[in-house]
């Protein structure tokens, strides 16, 4: 039977880089925000969910739900099946240059359009920090593919902050170092950007808010916004170590969150760049907006009757 086809008007987005994305780290602060703001843009993600978990049922078919394991590279092969794009996003461990390794070998052999990463500030190899060793060694891996990609480097989330308070008081041992700290939703928003729109291959983007603020300065912000009274308390390195420890944090990364902790102080991320308004097109979030949007969780005083 012959069927005769009309030509159609092709949307050139859709046309490069095909229909389906992949999002691993689906149901963390950055990617459960990409897998939101890629749903408002049009698309329907594919989340990479360990083990059936699924703490985002409320999408309903909004999103397709594939079982995976970044241990299991063959998960992770069946997951990448009619994939065109991948956003690229592992928790912080020691196998991690493993589990990003296999990724990328296996969107390589599935012939992936794209892969945008999610790294860290300065990543290197020579860093004094481990996390920023490993991030380097999986983005070198990608830069050397046959891929195409994205690699997205954030300060400081502004998001961690709600971890952070305790009491009402924020411990840390930055001393009066400023941080530019960064909203995960305009972390995001590059990373949906470079998912969705041309023009970004090879870029590496750093990531901060608008403004550099130290940590006295932070909590003052947070009071404003929670109406209670949060102290910024200085503590040694050590003390901030031994306490990450406690609290079930692997010794690895307990010491690298503690050695940061002492960059900072140094101004290791005292430096704004204009890179979220360059790929997005909007001004990243102020840390006084995200304590307006975050006041509950920061824990806002109830207004008395």
Known sequence: MFTQSYPTQQNPVEEEYGSTILVTGATGTVGREVVRQLIAA??????????????????????????????????????????????????????????????????????????????????DDHSPLQIARQHRQAEKVLEESDLRYTIIRPVFFMQNLVGMVRGDAIYTAAEGGRVAMVDARDIAGVAVAALTRPGHEAKIYTLTGPEALNFDEVAEILSTHTARKIRHVRVSADDLRTSLARLGMAPWFAQDMAHLHSMLASGYEDLVTADVQAVTGKPPRTLAEFARDFADALGRQPVSK
């Not at 995976?68 to 069946?78: H, S, Y």
């Open 42 to 123: 049009g698309e329907r993600p594919r989340m990479l969910v360990h083990n059936g978990t699924d703490l985002l049922s409320s999408w309903g078919d909004r999103v397709e739900r594939v079982r995976g394991d970044l241990n299991r590279p063959k998960t992770v092969e069946a997951a990448l099946r009619g994939v065109d794009r991948v956003f690229l996003l592992t928790r912080q461990n020691s196998r991690q240059p493993d589990q990003e390794r296999a990724v990328i070998h296996a969107a390589a052999q599935a012939c992936v359009g794209r892969v945008v990463k999610l790294s860290v500030f300065r990543a």
